[in-house]
């Protein structure tokens, strides 16, 4: 069972337009997120990472975390053309015993169109 | 100059033949990571690497091993490729629980 699940699996929005990921953890062990993004050829690179409850805001970039429910979101304002990639959450656990293993989920793959 | 560099890019090996994947970085991070993708299964953990000779299972570790004998330097073996062993292979490090940085990956494709 994938322990971090992804919504939607893919996505288009025009360009100037919102974007929104969606992510859901099943284990409570998880408690630091990350968003990444990878553009096709290359490895993924780090967007932002979320560990407190509330908004975060990086630019065009929100990330939102509810702890209680393991919910985190990323939202993508005024999208442009170069955001058209694979977006992936992931999670890391909260005790420094349980190890640095970041999970992450299927990703979304997301279209801005010109 | 905070890189990841990963060789080769891209490998075709027969079935049953070994492979070396190669790893490095310039960060003096001391943790280290090997993730395999597949389309619809996302990254998926091998194993990671705490520092030299400090390594510990993924998720999926069945079929490879690592070395580490160097902090900057971490390799991926397959001793005897199989088929379903095809995938794009990720190295990647951190300091601590921080942020991972990735390589560019390298292609593999076993016949």
């Known amino acids: 069972q994938q322990k971090v699940q992804q919504s939607p699996e893919s996505l288009s929005v025009p360009e100037g337009g919102m974007a929104s990921f969606n992510c859901t953890s099943s284990?409570?062990?998880?408690?630091y997120f990350w968003w990444y993004r990878q553009h096709s050829g290359e490895g993924p690179k780090a967007l932002m990472?979320?560990?407190?409850?509330g908004d975060k805001k990086e630019g065009r970039f929100t990330a939102h975390l509810n702890k209680a429910s393991l919910h985190v979101s990323l939202h993508i304002r005024d999208s442009q053309p170069s955001d058209s990639a694979l977006y992936f959450c992931?999670?890391?656990?909260?005790?420094?015993?349980?190890?640095?293993?970041?999970?992450f989920g299927t990703g979304t793959s997301l279209l801005v169109d010109p | 100059d905070m890189k990841v560099t990963q060789m080769p890019r891209y490998l075709i090996k027969r079935m049953g033949e070994n492979v070396l994947l190669e790893c490095g970085q310039d960060?003096?991070?001391?943790?280290m990571y090997w993730y395999r993708q597949d389309p619809g299964l996302g990254l998926q953990l091998i194993y990671i690497s705490y520092d030299v000779d400090s390594n510990s299972e993924g998720d999926i570790p069945k079929g490879y091993r690592v070395s580490r004998k160097k902090r900057e330097h971490f390799s991926l073996i397959l001793d005897s490729a199989k088929t379903n062993q095809t995938s794009v292979y990720f190295c990647?490090?951190?300091?601590?629980?921080?942020?991972?940085?990735f390589g560019a990956g390298t292609r593999l494709s076993v016949l």
């Open positions: 960060m003096s991070h001391e943790t």
């Open positions: 992931a999670a890391r656990v909260l005790s420094r015993n349980m190890g640095y293993k970041l999970t």
């Open positions: 284990d409570r062990n998880f408690q």
């Open positions: 990647a490090s951190s300091s601590g629980q921080n942020t991972l940085y």
């Open positions: 990472s979320i560990f407190s409850d």
